[in-house]
């Protein structure tokens, strides 16, 4: 899942090798419709940063992921680079309570990842995501 990520983060490119079109990657890792958070192949951010959602506050409108049904948590954000793979088997032994969801831990791993990489950013320099321009 790293891999390919990173492919996306690179534009199609992996190893040297183009495996897809960059303009491929870029329509299916950008909002598609005006007031709706997702992609066509990924989910993105909540359109404001206070709203629940996919990812922290920290990520950058650009990244774009997938939470999976088992918990699998994938995420990129070719704004820093930064790619977050984090497996789980939270389907084991029952499916419910979906106690991810309900502790917000895939995020709070997230955050904890921004919050990380800012400590020795200066404060004109830190990761910050605005609302984003829902009437593009």
Known sequence: MAVLMQMLLQHGTYGGKQYLRSETVALFTHRQFK????????DKPQLFPAEPGPACAEASANSYGHTGFTGTYIWADPDIDLVIVFLS?????????????????????????YQALNKNLQPSQQLKRKPVNTTE
């Open 35 to 42: 007031g709706n958070r997702r992609g066509l192949g990924v």
């Open 89 to 113: 088997n939270r389907v084991n032994p029952d499916a419910e309570p979906n106690r991810l969801v309900q502790l917000g831990t895939r995020t709070l791993i997230q955050e904890t990842l």
